[in-house]
């Protein structure tokens, strides 16, 4: 046999033995196109909001991130810059149509500027009480008002209640409309506000909330609105000597998402994410609920203040006095939109 059958042998015999060594070294893998998957790349979430962990909103933020982190085995990475960590009340809007930031959660005011019906919390006396408001979040109009901001790159995904507003003063008992010519109030900005006091006789002032008790104190303003905590947290108690439990309006927030951010998960993933919202909403609104309660009884207890609990004739006196705001507001906010809320009252 001539010397180049034998290198040819020898070469065979080579490759031969890499193809064994090969084989024993995967363990009896398959081959490659028929591998297991590789494992699904980890999602961020930042969620941004603008108040301390304590509070309802920051509470439910957090229970959110453990129920989406948990159920998806890791899958997301939840994020949760509290307090304005991230972004201010001007950015965060900003931020998330850039999506630079994957969930907000904005009182809902702020949403004013890109669809006029969300004033429809403003709106006086409109839920008898928190029930009725969370009985129209959940219904087809809210769900409809809330992912309305489609066409501006934002999907809402979940109303989170701060709770009902009341009012409080230095001068005098608030029990019937009349009650209020002459005084002034500390309000948010917004059209609405104005025109609830103006339709009453009173006077507003737009004021930024870490000013209120000062000028409370000075008495640059005899009153103002707000919710049972906020009330009790601001030590309202000690410049306010009446308080009027009146279920007149809401200070809630909107969950936010970022419409490129939504796209790029699978349905699959929407529905846990979707579902892991509603259970935090859940949440949210237990807390808001126990707080505002725990607030109101300290308030109560600590009898520096009087306070009178409007009756259903007094409520529909002040329904009454605000006719002109609904009908100034009605096509703003849309009829049809009104009338499904007004039913969450029976």
């Not at 994020?79 to 009182?107: C, F, H, R």
């Not at 237990?286 to 309660?293: F, G, M, R, T, V």
């Not at 009756?311 to 609904?326: G, L, N």
Request: glycine share 6%.
């Amino acid at each position: 046999m001539s010397k180049n059958w034998w290198r040819i042998l020898l070469v065979a015999a080579l490759g031969a033995a890499l193809v064994f060594a090969a084989a024993a070294c995967s363990g009896g893998q398959k081959p490659a196109g028929q591998q297991p998957a590789e494992e699904k790349k980890q999602i961020a979430v930042k969620f941004s909001h603008v108040v301390a962990e304590g509070t309802p909103k920051g509470q439910a933020a957090l229970k959110f991130k453990e129920l989406l982190e948990s159920k998806s085995n890791g899958q997301f990475k939840v994020e949760v810059y509290p307090s304005s960590q991230l972004y201010g009340d001007k950015e965060e809007l900003e931020a998330l149509q850039a999506n630079n930031v994957q969930l907000i959660a904005p009182s809902v005011t702020k949403l004013v500027g890109f669809n006029p019906a969300f004033q429809i919390v403003d709106l006086p006396f409109l839920f008898k009480d928190d029930q009725a408001a969370y009985k129209f979040h959940d219904s087809e109009a809210g769900q409809k008002l809330l992912k309305s901001l489609e066409s501006k790159g934002i999907i809402g995904l979940a109303w989170w209640p701060n709770g009902s507003k009341h009012f409080t003063n230095s001068k005098r008992p608030l029990k019937k409309p009349e009650d209020f010519k002459g005084l002034k109030f500390r309000t948010q900005s917004g059209g609405v506000l104005d025109d609830q006091f103006k339709a009453l006789g009173a006077g507003s002032q737009t004021m930024a909330f870490g000013e209120v008790y000062q000028a409370l104190q000075n008495k640059t303003v005899d009153g103002q609105e707000n919710t049972f905590n906020n009330i009790d947290t601001q030590k309202y108690e000690e410049v306010q000597k009446y308080m009027t439990v009146s279920y007149h309006g809401r200070i809630d927030y909107a969950v936010l998402t970022n419409t490129k951010f939504w796209n790029s998960l699978t349905p699959e993933q929407q529905k846990l994410f979707t579902e892991c919202m509603k259970e935090a909403t859940e949440y949210e609104r237990k807390l808001a609920d126990e707080l505002n309660q725990k607030s109101y009884e300290k308030l109560k207890n600590s009898g520096k203040m009087e306070i009178y609990v409007l009756t259903d004739a007094d409520r529909e006196a002040f329904v009454k006095a605000m006719q002109p705001v609904y009908e100034k507001y009605a096509d703003k906010i849309g009829k049809d939109l009104l009338e499904a809320a007004r039913k969450c009252n029976q």
